[in-house]
């Protein structure tokens, strides 16, 4: 089950793309002078083209393209907005059958057979309802399992699919009723084309991406294995991605006995040369639980990387705070890394314009904000992930940096059922110096993040220097 985002996202092209469709519409009713004798049409129309342009955006959120990407500040936003408009596109078009039928009220009988399939009318007519009521039908199927029935990722993934038949319906649908949009120009041009851009996203996220996505070949360099958690390190074969940490990657595995879908999980290293990243995997469902099947120098295939976690922190605008509950530890893993230390820095003299620009943090004259990391597990066997945190710290005063305490660094473990759940005035006591001057990262449990936001707003902090990042696909 989708869980609701608590991030503020951009949706300001949405609403331009629905105020200039209903403009259209509306000024194409009064250029010819076709208005609607039943006043009820006026809703049901306008919700009906309002959910079209709705699912429009939501198709074509769903290609990972990164022009998309970056408008929306990453691809975990962009799939939080994503599932609010499919949602809403449902909601909206609820309105469209109800205020058709409403004008058969008082009678009720006549008004619900008017909202199910009918048996008479013109064949044109017939054929039009009747394909309404069937995409309704599919769509609230389709919905009920992406939002309220939790089942494993593969199958969610499979149903999810299946939102290309209520596309094509639409467009039958919409085709075949010859009302408002093939009767005005400028309204079909413009609907047309929008239902001609979503059917392509479509296309090409469902049968092109895995083709024309960007796509490398990896394999598996090490594997270290643990009861809950495994910590997966590949290496290129080909082409080497560029990479931020706390980004991530759509994985994909070539082994017999482990399933072929992409799934996506947080890059847990900073930056190399050499391209080398570490993934770290909690064990949670049949999926995840296969990977135990992989073996060194296994091939793999990553798509990506994708998200922009860690934009305002490479930027060294600010000293940060991080926030990491149980697996949502992962982003901060390399951006721990790099705050504490780099194998790779290097001189002016090293370094090309194009890698000074995309990494900073590569650079000898780069400064580290200075960073406090909080990993909360509910118990301490959970805690997965912090010999790698404890062990950086380690790496990093081996190399000649400083203690990391002593240059203003701080990691604390912070263990739920013997602490109590983690609070922002438990934060702002264990941080030197005023936290509002800080950018604030969370990641973790949807509980946490929501519970943190809203105390680290009532404490005055700007919202722009909360930074989450949201990727509960389910």
């Known amino acids: 089950m989708l869980k609701k985002s608590g991030t503020l996202h951009n949706y300001r092209a949405i609403l331009i793309s629905l105020a200039i469709t209903l403009t259209i519409w509306l000024g194409s009713k009064w250029y010819y002078h076709d208005w609607f004798d039943d006043p009820f049409k006026y809703p049901a129309k306008a919700a009906s083209l309002t959910a079209v342009i709705l699912m429009f955006w939501s198709i074509l959120l769903s290609t990972r393209i990164r022009l998309v990407e970056d408008h929306f500040g990453g691809l975990d936003n962009v799939y939080q907005v994503h599932k609010s408009l499919g949602k809403w596109a449902f909601y909206v078009i609820i309105v469209h059958p ?8 008082p009678d009720v009988s006549d008004f619900l057979q008017r909202l199910w399939f009918l048996r008479t009318g013109g064949f044109r007519y017939w054929v039009g309802h009747n394909l309404g009521v069937a995409t309704f039908l599919l769509m609230f199927g389709l919905i009920a399992v992406t939002l309220w029935i939790k089942i494993p990722y593969h199958i969610w993934k499979r149903t999810h699919e299946f939102f290309g038949l209520v596309l094509l319906a639409v467009i039958i649908h919409v085709y075949v009723v010859e009302r408002d949009i093939a009767a005005y120009p400028l ?32 394999r598996v360099e090490e594997i270290e294995r643990g009861d809950e958690i495994l910590e997966i ?17 759509y994985l994909v595995i070539h082994k017999q006995g482990i399933t072929p879908e992409p799934h996506p999980y947080s890059i847990a290293s900073g930056y190399n040369l050499k391209s ?3 993934l770290g995997i909690k064990k949670t469902g049949d999926h995840t639980r296969s990977l135990d099947l992989l073996e060194k120098d296994d091939p793999v295939t990553v798509y990506g990387p994708y998200g922009h976690f860690s934009k305002r922190f490479l930027a060294a605008e600010r000293d940060c705070v991080f926030v990491g509950g149980g697996i949502g530890i992962t982003p901060f893993i390399g951006m721990w890394h790099v705050a504490l230390h780099s194998e790779e820095r290097l001189s002016e003299d090293e370094v090309s314009q194009k890698l000074e620009t995309l990494h900073p943090e590569v650079m000898q004259s780069w400064e580290s904000p200075l960073v406090a990391l909080f990993y909360v597990c509910v118990t301490e066997d959970q805690a997965s992930f912090d010999k790698n945190i404890r062990n950086e710290v380690i790496l990093s005063h081996f190399q000649g940096f400083k203690a990391f ?19 922002a005035d ?12 800080r950018n604030i990262f969370l990641c973790g449990p949807a509980p946490m993040v ?11 902090i700007p919202r722009e220097q909360i930074i989450t990042e949201d990727f509960n696909l389910i």
């Open 98 to 105: 109800v205020c058709l039928a409403a004008h058969k009220l």
């Open 426 to 437: 438990y934060i702002n006591g264990r941080v030197q110096g005023e936290l509002k001057q």
């Open 405 to 423: 305490e002593e240059r203003g660094h701080h990691y604390e473990l912070y263990i739920d059922s013997r602490q109590g759940l983690i609070t």
């Open 233 to 249: 390190t590949l290496a290129p074969e080909g082409e080497k991605m560029d990479f931020k940490p706390s980004q991530f990657v």
């Open 187 to 218: 309204l079909g041009l413009w609907m047309y084309g929008i239902l001609g851009i979503a059917a392509v996203s479509y296309v090409y996220i469902r049968f092109l991406y895995r083709f024309l996505g960007p796509r490398y070949r990896y």
């Open 450 to 460: 929501d519970a943190l936001t809203g105390q680290f707003d009532a404490m005055g």
């Open 276 to 278: 080398r990243f570490k």
